[in-house]
């Protein structure tokens, strides 16, 4: 399925055909280092395994690095899941940002603390 998606830059209009699907919220909140979420908050190692149920998580396996770039904020009996990337040898999910579980992992360094509550997007959860 395609959508239009509009991008509005300061003197710039583009109009972009998108193929994908706007998936259901996970939560309406974000904890993140930064008001864009664009900076890492910490680099986490995988505790056990995890097979991603749809597009909107990441697979990860044991002993992976995964960069954290936001904590979404945990809602009525929703599960606590973060967004980041698997850093490592294999090329296959290295660069996707996805969610997973927080228990899944154990944080190794804090580059920034997420500080920063920020409403969640459709974006945060388009799947191409």
């Not at 830059?9 to 280092?33: N, Q, T």
């Amino acid at each position: 399925m395609a959508r239009l998606v509009l991008l509005f830059l300061p003197g710039l209009v583009a109009i972009c055909a998108v193929h994908g699907i706007f998936m259901d919220r996970l939560g309406s909140k974000k904890l993140c280092a930064d008001d864009e979420c664009v900076y890492t908050i910490s680099l986490a190692r995988a505790q056990e395994d995890y097979n991603a149920p749809d597009c909107r998580f990441i697979n990860v396996k044991k002993g992976q690095w995964i960069y954290v770039y936001s904590k979404l904020v945990k809602e009525n009996e929703a599960g606590e899941f973060w967004a980041g990337s698997v850093y490592g040898n294999s090329q296959d999910e290295m660069g996707t940002v996805g969610y997973f579980p927080s228990n899944l992992v154990q944080e190794q360094h804090v580059y920034q603390e997420a500080t920063k509550e920020v409403p969640t997007t459709d974006i945060d959860f388009f799947c191409e």
